[in-house]
């Protein structure tokens, strides 16, 4: 995996003249906080001089896609009352984007929100972050493939950080977010303590950002699962990370698969696993790691009491390397593991034999393995 050097740009911010205001009655009381507010309006309340726009939101959706000058969308006319919204691949656009805000600022049903590769920019995630410092039901959010960058990173972490949101889950993967964005998500989930789930997969962090994002990990108390697949973390940017991973007491589930830790990232893994004492779920599929890589990942597994699911697919190990990492469980008395992924490797009999004693001490564990 390579350092990508090319440097982040931010978008023009948007003509004011594009904004434009409309005021809601208040949604029905939700037993939640919320903060003080500066002002009484916000870009997601229009005003109007003749008259309000109180007659349902479907109603209200249909005029705001009127004012902003976009198509009104059938499938979320339709299923506004369910919890559940699909709208990924509608090609929405920021002003389509804005209009769906618009609707489910008094919206109590959606839970789930889908908007990936929708082209919403910076207006549309703008709108979304808006939406949700007034709605308190939204838990879930999708709005990976969106090329957001950098100034959309800046507008989430600074929504992150005022933790006014029920949001729970936030995937935003492949938005195009570098290690300058990973300096923004350090300052939003270092003091954020509402997201349980990130998704940051199919970005360009490189060592700077894994380092940094190592940083939020030793002072985040909230996230139970992040996934980090498919970025850049090589060599010294995996041992970085895997500084503050190390003193991380939440996290449960971790994917780093198809990054470059490499061997040195390996043994700085499995420090991590000899202190670790929340990870139970661990992805390390296509990380350049060889048998010597896996034994130090081994080392760490003999004293481990949290793991149950490791995946090593797609590494350059044999079957000696297959043999360290059944022998540590082994060895483990008080291992949890439940399920070992080295699928590509091709094992041989003594692996089998060594496999059958292990299965006496941990009868519970499966491993994935490659026969001829």
């Known amino acids: 995996m390579g350092q990508s050097n090319e440097p982040e740009t931010q978008a023009a911010p948007q003509n004011s003249d594009e904004m434009f205001y409309c005021e809601f009655e208040a949604p029905p009381a939700v037993e939640k906080n919320k903060p003080a507010r500066e002002s009484s309006e916000t870009d997601l309340e229009i005003e109007d001089t003749?008259?309000?726009?109180?007659?349902?939101?479907?109603?209200?959706?249909?005029e705001a896609c009127k004012l902003l000058g976009v198509a009104s969308v059938s499938y979320f006319l339709r299923n506004m009352e369910e919890s559940y919204m699909n709208l990924n691949h509608h090609g929405l656009g920021p002003n389509g984007t804005k209009a769906i805000a618009i609707a489910l600022v008094s919206n109590t049903t959606v839970i789930t929100l889908e908007l990936a590769d929708n082209c919403i920019r910076e207006m549309g995630v703008l709108s979304l972050m808006e939406m949700l410092q007034e709605n308190y039901y939204v838990q879930e959010m999708n709005i990976s493939d969106n090329d957001l960058g950098l100034e959309g990173a800046r507008i989430i972490s600074d929504f992150l950080q005022r933790n006014v949101s029920s949001l729970l889950k936030l995937q935003l993967s492949g938005n195009n977010f570098k290690d300058e964005s990973a300096e923004l998500f350090l300052q939003a989930l270092s003091v954020n303590y509402?997201?349980?789930?990130?998704?940051?997969?199919?970005?360009?962090?490189?060592?700077?950002?894994?380092?940094?994002?190592?940083?939020?990990?030793?002072?985040?108390?909230?996230?139970?699962?992040?996934?980090?697949?498919w970025n850049h973390i090589c060599s010294q940017g995996a041992v970085a990370f895997c500084n503050g991973l190390r003193v991380n007491v939440t996290l449960k589930t971790l994917d780093l698969s198809m990054n470059g830790f490499g061997n040195e990232g390996a043994a700085a893994l499995g420090e991590v696993l000899r202190f670790n004492s929340s990870l139970a779920h661990l992805d390390m599929s296509s990380n350049h790691i060889n048998n010597e890589g896996v034994s130090k990942i081994s080392k760490g597994l003999e004293f481990n009491e949290s793991l149950k699911f490791l995946k090593l697919f797609l590494n350059p190990m044999s079957t000696d390397g297959a043999i360290l990492l059944i022998l540590s469980i082994k060895r483990n008395p008080k291992s949890k593991m439940k399920k070992l992924d080295i699928s590509n490797v091709l094992v041989s009999e003594q692996f089998m034999t060594i496999l059958d004693g292990v299965h006496a001490v941990h009868p519970q564990l499966d491993v994935v393995y490659k026969t001829t």
């Open 194 to 229: 509402r997201i349980k789930n990130m998704d940051l997969s199919h970005n360009q962090f490189s060592d700077k950002g894994g380092e940094l994002l190592g940083q939020m990990l030793a002072l985040n108390v909230g996230l139970l699962s992040l996934d980090l697949s």
């Open 50 to 62: 003749e008259k309000y726009f109180t007659s349902g939101q479907r109603e209200l959706y249909t």
